[in-house]
């Protein structure tokens, strides 16, 4: 099993940037396909970001372009890059950790595949 700890989120006017981390512990990290996701109050959890297991690296089309996901092996982290923040991007956000050999090759999207999380970190962004 892996355990993962979110840290980063904060309040921030509109434009500003966060980056976000998420620290897993507890096995091989490499053993996991990372994303994260977010979910605004009132909405249903939806993803940010991910990275597929063989293909391309995913984006929600709300965060292109504005957003970056990395990730450090060394360090077992996942990260999000947040630039040019938007009210709408308020929510709290997940890391989330799917079991890789189970994961699709070229997809990663569905929270269906992610069976651990973390506790959340919550973003807010003011206008």
């Known amino acids: 099993q892996v355990q993962l700890v979110e840290s980063g989120g904060g309040s921030v006017q509109a434009g500003g940037s966060l980056r976000l981390s998420c620290a897993a512990s507890?096995?091989?990290?490499?053993?996991?396909?990372m994303g994260w996701f977010r979910q605004a109050p009132g909405k249903e959890r939806e993803l940010v970001s991910c990275?597929?297991?063989?293909?391309?690296?995913y984006y929600a089309d709300s965060v292109k372009g504005r957003f970056t996901i990395s990730q450090d092996n060394a360090k077992n982290t996942l990260y999000l890059q947040m630039n040019s923040l938007k009210p709408e991007d308020t929510a709290m956000y997940y890391c989330?950790?799917?079991?890789?050999?189970?994961?699709?090759?070229?997809?990663?999207?569905?929270?269906?595949?992610?069976?651990?999380w973390g506790q959340g970190t919550q973003v807010t962004v003011s206008s």
């Open positions: 989330a950790a799917a079991v890789r050999k189970r994961m699709p090759l070229y997809d990663c999207g569905s929270l269906i595949w992610y069976n651990y």
């Open positions: 507890g096995d091989t990290y490499s053993s996991y396909s």
């Open positions: 990275f597929s297991r063989v293909g391309p690296t």
